[in-house]
């Protein structure tokens, strides 16, 4: 069965310190990869995605994202986090002719000044 | 712009009564969904449809009805089956990139 897998339910970094979130998947066919992101109160909005290509991925908000097929993995990065970077981020996997996306458990980010 | 739009943004239910959330989109994607979210708790799909006049259970279906009568419109109905409805709750639409447009979501809070 397909799932996927954010490891970490809360992270704690300092304002300016470097961020990465783990998205790990299981799929059976090579997978469209998502990254939402959602501000308290709010809809999930996109950060970026990957369908095929480069394996990094540039996103919104100084946001990227490498896919490792190897690892199975999907995990976004930013060099130097700011206060307002403080969410719960959504990793997603989707597939050609699938109609549903499959949505990771999510990771609330904190940030400390 | 195009998006989705949830309206309210609060609704208050008393015990026994049914509401209805409202979503409307622009977009003129064929495929919507309804997810319910808990705190600390991820998205968990009530319903989606794929077409106009076509729609499929999804994880949480009970105490909830749907329709689907018009591509721009999917209203969700809480209704008095639905024991524990306060909740967050979120309509999005899938585009051709199968990646999901998001309303701004409607809190529901059982009075």
């Known amino acids: 069965a397909q799932s996927v897998t954010q490891p970490d339910i809360h992270i704690t970094v300092s304002e300016g310190a470097s961020l990465e979130l783990r998205c790990n998947y299981s799929?059976?066919?090579?997978?469209?990869l998502f990254w939402y992101v959602q501000s308290p109160g709010q809809g999930l909005q996109l950060l970026l995605k990957?369908?095929?290509?480069?394996?990094l991925v540039q996103g919104i908000k100084g946001f990227e994202a490498e896919f490792k097929r190897s690892q199975s993995s999907f995990n976004l990065r930013k060099p130097s986090v700011h206060w307002s970077d403080a969410a719960e981020y959504f990793c997603?996997?989707?597939?050609?002719?699938?109609?549903?996306?499959?949505f990771g458990a999510g990771t609330r980010l904190a940030v400390h000044p | 712009d195009g998006g989705i739009t949830q309206s309210p943004k609060y609704l208050f239910r008393k015990e026994g009564q049914n509401v209805t959330l409202s979503c409307e989109q622009n977009l003129n994607h064929d495929a919507m969904y309804w997810y319910r979210q808990d705190p600390g708790q991820g998205l968990r799909l009530i319903y989606y449809s794929q077409i106009v006049n076509d729609f499929q259970k999804g994880d949480i279906a009970e105490g909830y009805s749907v329709s689907r009568e018009k591509k721009e419109s999917f209203p969700l109905t809480v209704t008095s089956a639905q024991k524990n409805p306060t909740a967050f709750y979120l309509c999005a639409s899938m585009g051709s990139d199968y990646g999901y447009t998001f309303g701004s979501g409607t809190r529901l809070t059982v009075v």
């Open positions: 997603a996997v989707g597939r050609n002719g699938y109609n549903k996306l499959i």
């Open positions: 799929y059976g066919a090579t997978p469209y």
């Open positions: 990957y369908f095929s290509g480069d394996t």
